[in-house]
């Protein structure tokens, strides 16, 4: 079978197991349908399965197993509750959001954080630290990399100490990173916009570190819009 409108298949999906999970239809322990059997009960590709159960399986909601037996398909670990609840709508909804949109949501959000962030007393950032060296690993591929490169932001987001901003970023992950890894494609010379984006976030934590709140604010605006640029997207378009 194939997905005649993707992103929409895989809205249903997700929509169909977050009703289930917060009308108590699922509860931890419960094993969700088979892969097969859910993409012919809501009629939309494997792929589309797949990918809500990836998302559900990011936020801790259930565990996936392959191969047969009892802990193979997807087993429920979790029930969604308040903010997660709310988080697990976002996700669901930002799947279909016009990528310049969320571009201008980042921007405003990640210029909020850095400046929250700026000459905080006690401030450890280290898990941030850890991630830029790890993107020095010379056999990393690009979709790798990216994969590092949001988990940097993500930890500025949680660091920053909002739940509301850090659930909304959240909620944009994989929009975030799903732009960012289809601009890739139109990079000519990844290794060299690799290491241009990796300075730019030590540049983005040295500022942070100093108090210097306007720098980080000037600093991580650069590098989000400078990566949106060179990887070919339009912010006047209404979508990718």
Known sequence: MTDAAPARAWRVVLEKVESDLLEGRLGPGD????ERELATTLGVGRSSVREALRVLEVMGLIRTGTGSGPNAGAIVTARPHGGLAQLLRLQTAA?????PDVFATRLLLEEWIVTELSGRDGLDLSDAAATIRATEAPDLTPEEFLALDTQFHMLLADAA???VVAATMGGLRSSIERYVRSGTSRIPDWPATAARLRAEHAAVLEAIEAGDAELARVRVR???AGYYAEAGFDPSAADD
């Open 161 to 163: 100490g909002n739940v």
């Open 222 to 224: 650069s590098h989000i």
């Open 95 to 99: 799947h279909g959001f016009p990528i």
């Open 31 to 34: 094993r969700i349908q088979p």
